[in-house]
């Protein structure tokens, strides 16, 4: 069975910082794409960042210099580093998992929220 577990949300004051964790199963972590997904109320799901098993990373413009994603492939997790946070930031955000050669070998988590508020 495939689980994508995140880890990490809460709530943060503008300017603050927070790290978010997904931690995969089932899967051969190594041969997957691994993304960050937000949704705020109201707005479509928008990609924030995205991680090769080669540890090429790629990032929506509006968190470019401010968040970093990361992975470890021994451990199976990823990890969205994210700083100087605005309340624009808020949303839940999901982990993604997609197969390098299996455009149907796609895994979603359940989401964490992120609120940045004072």
């Known amino acids: 069975q495939v689980q994508l577990v995140e880890s990490g949300g809460g709530l943060v004051q503008p300017g603050g910082s927070l790290r978010l964790s997904c931690a995969a199963s089932?899967?051969?972590?190594?041969?997957?794409?691994m993304g960050w997904y937000r949704q705020a109320p109201g707005k479509r799901r928008e990609l924030v960042a995205s991680?090769?098993?080669?540890?090429?990373?790629n990032y929506a413009d509006s968190v470019k210099g401010r968040f970093t994603i990361s992975r470890d492939n021994a451990k199976g997790t990823v990890f969205l580093q994210m700083n100087s946070l605005k309340s624009e930031d808020t949303a839940v955000y999901s982990c993604?998992?997609?197969?390098?050669?299996?455009?149907?070998?796609?895994?979603w988590g359940q989401g964490t929220q992120v609120t940045v508020s004072s």
């Open positions: 993604n998992a997609d197969h390098v050669y299996l455009p149907t070998s796609r895994y």
């Open positions: 089932g899967i051969t972590f190594s041969i997957y794409t």
């Open positions: 991680i090769t098993r080669d540890g090429n990373a």
